[in-house]
């Protein structure tokens, strides 16, 4: 903690990337609104992070980023960025996910097992970075840009392997947020558990989820498709818990081989920011499940209370710490690396997101009426 003064000027720059990136995005989604793309009072389609990461890269690749500010950046990227996903933990009850019962939670491991495989398999045949092919997968078949993150420290990942891996999540997640509706719609119409698992399981990001759901809801007059989306999508999101270490064994493997004396115990694959983010999650299920029973969490805080304390707390994390940590990478990524990575990762995001949403919409539309929320 004695290092922290010479961060701060570097934290202030990422914080400040982050607030103009959230500002920017906040009015691309009253220009969406404005032509109709999505309904009235919706969220921003465009992830602030985003934003924050694309200025950054335009910073640091015109004007130069001062030497004065570099520890602070990368102090930034790698703690700020830990401390975000722990809160993150807050948003995701795991009481939620018990909701879809024994035939939503399989649905949900079999679009994130395709997506992880397809991808992996498709970055080897076109000769890609693990790295970036992981972060390509862990994004489109788990939680779009936080998993990204989460997973980044993970293996290792490059600046410009991030920035690749979040303009693809962010595009083709964009996209499907748009095009998905209706084709949940053409398929699912009239059944608002098989549209909303659909949209909650083929769609990347959780704000893009919702941006589905929403349209679907004002296009057909049908709320309950909302509840159903993001029920899913927030059980999708808790397998970051699962698929981070499983990861870090991986990685670990193919570095230092299999000998059986070099392989550490499980519980130090497990890196420290996803026992944070469990236990974060853990005490957000113990808080709704007594106010569920007391009217109170932990016999201190209303329901109101409650509600308000961990929203803050978990939006905090989301915009402000995942934020500057992400503004961090745009801060840190020279454009010249990323034009060498060329137009196949791209490819790859494409291959992911139409096998997740293949798979998807087949187990949807055979399974999906065992399935009552």
């Not at 950046?73 to 939620?96: C, D, N, P, T, W």
């Not at 009217?295 to 710490?321: I, K």
Request: charged share 10%; net charge positive.
């Amino acid at each position: 903690m004695k290092d922290l003064p010479k961060h701060i000027p570097g934290i202030v720059l990422c914080i400040a990337f982050i607030l103009v990136g959230n500002y920017i995005a906040q009015y691309a989604g009253v220009l969406f609104e404005l032509l109709g793309f999505i309904p009235e009072n919706s969220a921003s389609p465009i992830s602030g992070i985003f934003i924050a990461i694309l200025l950054g890269m335009i910073v640091r690749n015109t004007i130069g980023v001062s030497a004065q500010f570099l520890s602070g950046v990368q102090f930034s990227m790698k703690y700020l960025l830990r401390a975000g996903i722990i809160l993150l933990g807050l948003r995701l009850s795991l009481a939620e996910a018990l909701k879809l019962g024994a035939w939503g939670i399989p649905l949900i491991v079999s679009c994130i097992s395709v997506g992880l495989a397809v991808t992996l398999y498709f970055t080897k045949k076109l000769q890609q970075s693990e790295r970036l092919g992981t972060l390509i997968a862990c994004g489109t078949g788990i939680c779009g840009v936080t998993a990204i993150m989460a997973t980044a420290p993970v293996v290792k990942a490059k600046d410009d392997e991030i920035s690749y891996a979040v303009a693809n999540i962010t595009i083709f997640g964009l996209v499907t947020m748009l095009v998905y509706p209706y084709i949940a719609n053409l398929f699912f119409a009239g059944d608002p558990i098989k549209a909303g698992l659909f949209l909650g399981t083929a769609i990347h990001d959780t704000a893009q989820v919702t941006g589905a759901a929403l349209i679907y809801s004002d296009l057909f007059q049908m709320e309950e498709v909302i509840n159903v989306a993001t029920v899913t999508k927030l059980t999708r999101n808790l397998f970051i818990i699962l698929i981070i270490p499983l990861l870090s064994f991986w990685f670990f493997k193919k570095e230092h081989g299999s000998t059986s004396d070099k392989i550490p115990k499980w519980y130090e694959l497990v890196p420290l920011f996803v026992i944070g983010f469990l236990a974060l999650s853990l005490l957000r299920t113990i808080g709704d499940v007594m106010v569920q029973k007391s009217g109170s969490a932990f016999f201190l805080l209303s329901s109101d209370a409650w509600q308000q304390l961990y929203t803050m707390l978990s939006n905090f994390g989301a915009t402000f710490l995942l934020g500057a940590a992400m503004a961090g990478v745009g801060l840190s990524t020279d454009l010249k690396k990323l034009k060498g990575l060329g137009f196949k990762p791209f490819l790859i995001g494409l291959i992911a997101a139409l096998s997740v949403s293949l798979v998807s919409f087949l187990l949807v539309f055979f399974f999906g009426h065992f399935i009552s929320l």
